[in-house]
T-cell receptor
């Protein structure tokens, strides 16, 4: 079951904050977050492995609520370089395959 | 380190032709994946492998085949290409328990079927 991301798209001004959500109808064991810039391959940001875990990567952080089966990615004081499409990934089956949501397109304007 | 290498980068196929997309990684990763990405859409899992000799279907396997004879290589075969297979294809790999480690992606193969 593909995870569901919201919103589909976000437009920000430099310095503004954004939150991207990822939820699943199935139990979440871990959540991956990736960013893809136009015409490039997805690049890993972080993995959250436990319920309640929070992680940070520069001014980008994430939380994982196992009970609610959701994760959120927080982008604070956004920079132009944050523009791209953000994907969350979760386990799709027992063998640990990795399936992704449809992505959230983030555009940061000057 | 080369990481995950995909070839070719671009290809145009005629309807009904066949081709193999090559993927190789030099990180000794057990897990390998093939995804397709249509314009404005997310990444759809085609096939994946948890080790040499073991492959399994993902979300959209129809029209594709894979093999994993070595740890390093995971080719994707398209038989009887159709316009619906026009897409960007990404190969990825991860170490051991795939869900607990990051996936590394190749630079993609842009395929057009005409």
């Amino acid at each position: 079951q593909q995870p569901v991301q919201s919103p589909q798209a976000v437009i920000l001004r430099e310095g503004e904050d954004a939150v991207i959500n990822c939820s699943s109808s199935k139990a979440l064991y871990s959540v991956h977050w990736y960013r893809q810039k136009h015409g490039e391959a997805p690049v890993f940001l972080m993995i959250l492995l436990k319920g309640g875990e929070q992680k940070g990567h520069e001014k980008i952080s994430a939380s994982f609520n196992e009970k609610k089966q959701q994760s959120s990615l927080y982008l604070t004081a956004s920079q132009l370089s944050y523009s791209g499409t953000y994907f969350c990934g979760t386990r799709g089956g027992s063998q640990g395959n990795l399936i992704f949501g449809k992505g959230t397109k983030l555009s940061v304007k000057p | 380190n080369a990481g995950v290498t995909q070839t070719p980068k671009f290809r145009i196929l005629k309807i009904g032709q066949s081709m193999t997309l090559q993927c190789t990684q030099d990180m000794n990763h057990n897990y390998m994946y093939w995804y397709r990405q249509d314009p404005g859409m997310g990444l759809k899992l085609i096939y994946y492998s948890v080790g040499a000799g073991i492959t399994d279907k993902g979300e959209v396997p129809n029209g594709y085949n894979v093999s994993r004879s070595t740890t390093e290589d995971f080719p994707l075969r398209l038989e009887l290409a159709a316009p619906s297979q026009t897409s960007v294809y990404f190969c990825a790999s991860s170490y051991r328990t795939g869900m607990n480690t990051e996936a590394f992606f190749g630079q993609g193969t842009r395929l057009t079927v005409v």
